[in-house]
């Protein structure tokens, strides 16, 4: 089945600086790659996606990136705020017979200091 | 995009008895699935609520201890059966319209 690896585990930096956070998973056929932003106390809240026949999407301060051939994807924040911090997921759809499930990886806490 | 609640949205509950958690989605969905995540841990999927039907479940999962009802397209219910603290858990409802997939704001269990 689909395993997705998901790194670093924590990231912090200065207010205005980019992060970035790396998703690879295992299974070529999946096609659907979201990123979830969950802050404490609350469900994880999608941020942004991306499928498998585009490159790159971006939407603000918010891009992904997709190397099919490679089997990753990033996600970048440029200009980072305070209320940017909070547990990131990358996640993966496993299209299979049982309907589309996401798996996701171990999460990214980030932290942005002002 | 789909709003979900659910219901409780936290519980303390004694070890060896049951909980039933309720989701209910704003809208048809085509998926509703069920999530667990253990305090600083990712998402686990438990299953996959079919409407109509039993659920899938994930390996590691057995309806027994955790039996799901679909009754229709927006809602659904998760009992956790016989608990014990290693149930102590968020339970998280999600569901799929198209490719997205959306999450309630999840239900914080504590068993004693």
């Known amino acids: 089945g689909e395993n997705v690896e998901q790194h670093p585990s924590t990231l912090s930096v200065q207010e205005g600086d980019s992060a970035v956070i790396k998703c690879t998973y295992s299974d070529s056929a999946s096609n659907y790659f979201p990123w979830y932003k969950q802050e404490l106390g609350k469900g994880p809240q999608l941020i942004i996606d991306i499928r498998s026949n585009v490159g790159e999407k971006k939407d603000q301060r918010i891009a992904v990136t997709l190397n099919k051939t490679a089997k990753h994807f990033s996600l970048h924040i440029t200009e980072t705020q305070p209320e940017d911090s909070a547990v990131y997921f990358c996640a993966a759809r496993r299209a299979d017979q049982a309907g589309t499930a996401l798996i996701f990886g171990k999460g990214t806490t980030l932290s942005v200091s002002s | ?112």
């Open chain 2, 1 to 112: 995009s789909a709003v979900i609640s659910q219901k409780p949205s936290r519980d303390i509950c004694q070890r060896g008895t049951s909980l039933t958690i309720q989701c209910q989605v704003d809208s048809q969905v085509t998926m509703m699935f069920w999530y667990r995540q253990q305090p600083g841990q990712s998402l686990t999927l438990i299953a996959t609520a079919n409407q109509g039907s039993e659920a899938t479940y994930e390996s590691g999962f057995v309806i027994d201890k955790f039996p799901i009802s679909r009754p229709n397209l927006t809602f659904s219910t998760l009992t956790v059966s016989n608990m014990s603290p290693e149930d102590s858990s968020i339970y998280l409802c999600s569901a799929s319209r198209g490719s997205e997939q959306f999450f309630g704001p999840g239900t914080r269990l504590t068993v004693l």
